[in-house]
């Protein structure tokens, strides 16, 4: 942001949506500096000369967004059970959770499926399972992910793929 932007957001008080008045924030000093320019000039100071990174395409990129609790239904996951290690996902929720999790996915009941207590780890694993499915399918997709985000349970998920959370880290149940 540019002194002069800057000016001009405090003197309308941030907006018509913000409570405070232009006069509620003091005027920045009429010599302010560009911190963000400064900061800019500092890094190249310290680093020298850098490298610009390269760039992918966007249509060599692929970014994975999971679903969220409310996206269950009974059925769910049977067309996976054919990629390589899916079944060995449902395996390792049954040791933790003590139910078997691909039962209740795939034969329900839906009101059963519903609970909190179920449908948080059976959208966790079946999503996991559709990884599995992509990776066997499209593994350029897994290759070229750039991000990966998820809603609710699913940022659980995301960060399982993204190697930052293990599998068995998660505390199924328990408020995911």
């Not at 000016?7 to 008080?13: M, P, S, T, V």
């Not at 990174?53 to 970014?63: D, E, K, L, T």
């Not at 967004?65 to 049977?78: D, E």
Request: charge should be neutral; aromatic fraction near 8%.
């Amino acid at each position: 942001m540019n002194v002069r932007v800057a000016r001009a957001a405090w003197a309308r008080g941030w907006g018509a949506g913000c409570r405070r008045g232009a006069a509620d924030f003091p005027l920045p000093p009429p010599r302010a500096v560009d911190v963000a320019e400064l900061l800019r000039d500092d890094t190249a100071a310290e680093e020298g000369p850098r490298e610009a990174a390269a760039r992918r395409p966007p249509g060599q990129c692929s970014v994975l967004l999971f679903p969220g609790q409310g996206s269950q239904v009974v059925g769910m996951g049977r067309g996976l059970l054919r990629y390589p290690r899916v079944r060995e996902l449902y395996a390792a929720a049954r040791s933790v959770l003590g139910y078997d999790l691909l039962e209740l996915s795939l034969h329900g009941p839906q009101e059963a499926l519903d609970r909190t207590a179920h449908c948080q780890p059976a959208v966790f694993v079946a999503s996991l399972a559709a990884v599995e499915k992509l990776h066997h399918l499209q593994p350029a997709v897994i290759e070229n992910c750039v991000a990966a985000a998820g809603f609710s349970v699913g940022e659980f998920a995301a960060l399982v793929f993204a190697g930052a959370m293990e599998f068995s880290e998660v505390k199924y149940g328990q408020r995911m």
